[in-house]
Each structure stands twice: as C-alpha cells, then as structure tokens.
C-alpha cells in the first residue's frame, strides 16, 4: 500500500488533545461547526477578504472535541496543515496572514462605521472588539523560534 504521507513524512505530526465532548448532540453540533468553518476557510482561499487560517484554526478546535478522523484529516491535509501545525506548536501568526487581517479588520470597520452608521454604541463596540482582535494577531509570534 503506498505510503499517504508522502516520501518525506514517516509519521504524523502530534495532534492537539483530543476531549470529545460527553453530550452526543454537542459532539453533532461540533462537527457541524468544523465543517462551516472548513467550508468558509476553503472560500477563504479564493476571496482575499475572508482569512482562512482562523476559520482552520476554529475548525480544528471544533474537530478536538467531536472527531478524530476530522481532527487529523484537517491536521494533516496538505494545504492546510503546515499553518495548523505551525500554530499548535508554537502560536505562530505569518506576517502575510497579520497584515491580511489587519488590512481586513480596518476596510470591514470603516464600512460599518461610514457606510452601515450603527450609531455611536455599536460603533464604539465594534471597534472595541476589532482592537482586541488586531492585539491578539500583533502579540502572536511571525515564525517559529529557531532550533538550538
């Protein structure tokens, strides 16, 4: 049987915990949220509005606490588990995935803020929670430490 790993990769990279939910219903809802995140990720791709890597990130939280197989599919997939992989093991957020969206955040609120006009309140809000998430994506590493 040929190896699906590829020439180069010998074994899975470690996964994050696995803590599947006890409620079977909470396990249902949680692959239906990996799933729409994968699915909005996968847009993602194509629209350089949307980030991918978030809604892999999410993705794959969601996968933790349902599937196993789903968890390792998305850990694993070629194109989007480099990134996932990077994240588990170090937090690393690329400078191209930072400036997206911090670039997006930024055209996304000066469209609530000029065209939508929400009123001061909401505005206020939204830009509260657009500042914290431009802090998180800042406060994360670009790349990964260097080996010793």
Not at 87 to 97: E, K, N, S, T
Not at 111 to 136: E, H, I, K
């Amino acid at each position: 049987m040929p190896n699906r790993l590829g020439p180069t990769q010998h074994h899975l990279p470690e996964l994050p915990p696995f803590a599947p939910a006890a409620n079977p219903a909470a396990r249902l809802a949680m692959i239906g949220l990996g799933l729409s995140c994968v699915a909005l990720g996968v847009v993602g791709v194509v629209l350089p509005v949307l980030p991918t890597t978030p809604f892999m990130i999410v993705a794959l939280w969601a996968f933790s606490r349902s599937s196993r197989r789903f968890q390792t599919w998305l850990f694993t997939h070629r194109l989007f588990g480099p990134s996932l992989q990077r994240w588990h093991a170090h937090r690393v957020i690329p400078v191209r995935a930072k400036v997206l969206a911090i670039t997006t955040m930024a055209i996304s609120f000066g469209w609530v803020a000029l065209g939508v006009r929400p009123g001061p309140w909401l505005t206020a809000s939204v830009a509260l929670f657009m500042a914290l998430g431009a802090w998180f994506v800042l406060s994360c590493p670009s790349q990964a430490p260097e080996p010793h």
